[in-house]
């Protein structure tokens, strides 16, 4: 029985099979999922989980190299933005679009997890990296 990492299996299988620039979404409660999209829903009651929470466990075991979220979440949730934007650590890029492209964006994404959350514009689309264990020979 698995009992360390992230334990709950349709995240940790997605995650297995991400590669270098796939692209996931860690969205709120009122994200509009397009159909054919996979989907893990772990709302379970408002603000249950929170994007945050969940963006912290990724972390643990999910390398991203940029993230994308609305213009939206800068202008109605500046500091859930700034939070999210420091996810990662400081050196990872931001790049923010209309909240209506994020959303027609999320129809060719590998995944979509869903929390809980209910603060306005909580989305954010992360690109898969390489992470600090990759060597790499200088020439």
């Not at 995650?15 to 829903?41: Q, R, S």
């Not at 790049?95 to 959350?117: F, M, W």
């Amino acid at each position: 029985m698995q009992e360390i990492g992230i334990l709950n299996r349709d995240i940790a299988r997605m995650i297995a099979t991400l590669g270098h620039m796939d692209e996931l979404i860690v969205c709120d409660a009122g994200f509009p999922i397009p159909l054919g999209v996979e989907t893990i829903d772990l709302a379970i009651a408002e603000n249950k989980p929170m994007v945050m929470e969940l963006l912290a466990e990724l972390k643990k075991y999910f390398s991203v190299e940029k993230m994308v979220m609305a213009n939206e979440t800068q202008e109605h949730s500046p500091t859930m933005f700034a939070q999210i934007a420091k996810a990662f650590g400081d050196n990872i890029p931001v790049e923010t679009q209309p909240h209506a492209e994020l959303k027609q964006r999320s129809r060719a994404v590998k995944a979509i997890i869903r929390t809980g959350d209910f603060t306005a514009y909580t989305n954010v689309l992360l690109i898969s990296g390489a992470g600090n264990r990759w060597y790499v020979e200088k020439a």
